[in-house]
């Protein structure tokens, strides 16, 4: 199996849809040189001379992958999303070429699971996350909304009266509400590190992390 090369910032993307094509344009974007990879010559057409190197081949033929050197990479994302198979194969293909970090979309959790079993390293659901994040922007007062892993999350909200005008570490938020105040922004300015000495005012925008349901709980406090 390959080692990963800490130095090297090459990508291949497979499947330039939507999401493909979004995620290798920002790779690039990023100081990232990008193999975009597509069936589709009108989608390789599509994102010619925004990425580094594109090609017109069948990700499920392991030849064909071998003649655009995917098993020299390092890093690899299969991008598929619409054909089942095709992703299943395709990320099945670069783990046997001993492609060291592997990323995948799936449709589905349960493509999700497959995707896993076959050797995927990550598995992202990109439109579930999505979904899910809005939901919780929609119904809650959180600002935004990232969830780390399942069960634990990162909130952005504003500072509760509880907070206001007090040192952190006189609020007992942890007993309190289960969760830890990471970061704060104030007006104007950027965001800065949280000590137990920092004084949150009306307005400031703090970030926290803890359990999803304590999160939530702790958004919700006016």
Do not use: N
């Not at 193999?35 to 994102?47: A, E, F, K, T, W």
């Not at 390293?121 to 922007?137: I, K, Q, S, T, Y």
């Not at 104030?186 to 307005?203: C, I, L, N, S, W």
Request: proline share 3%; aromatic share 4%; with cysteine.
């Amino acid at each position: 199996m390959q080692r990963s090369r800490p130095h090297d910032k090459r990508v291949l993307v497979i499947g330039l849809g939507r999401f493909g094509g979004s995620l290798a344009r920002e790779l690039v974007a990023h100081g990232w040189e990008v193999l975009g990879m597509d069936s589709s010559p009108r989608l390789v057409q599509i994102h010619a001379e925004a990425l580094t190197h594109t090609v017109v081949a069948d990700a499920t033929d392991d030849e064909a992958l071998r003649q655009v050197g995917a098993h020299e990479f390092t890093r690899a994302v299969v991008a598929i999303g619409t054909h089942l198979e095709d992703s299943i194969l395709a990320a099945s293909l670069l783990v046997d070429m001993g492609v060291p970090h592997i990323w995948a979309k799936a449709t589905s959790r349960r493509h999700g699971r497959i995707l896993q079993q076959i050797g995927a390293h990550h598995v992202v659901l990109p439109e579930h996350d999505m979904g899910e994040r809005v939901a919780h922007l929609v119904s809650g007062r959180m600002l935004d909304y990232v969830e780390i892993e399942e069960d634990f999350a990162l909130g952005k909200t504003r500072a509760p009266r509880e907070m206001i005008g007090r040192k952190l570490g006189e609020t007992k938020v942890r007993t309190k509400h289960g969760i830890t105040v990471v970061c704060i922004k104030r007006h104007g300015e950027q965001f800065t590190y949280a000590t137990a000495d920092t004084v949150p005012q009306k307005g400031d925008v703090i970030v926290v992390a803890g359990k999803t349901d304590d999160v939530e709980k702790f958004a919700e406090i006016a």
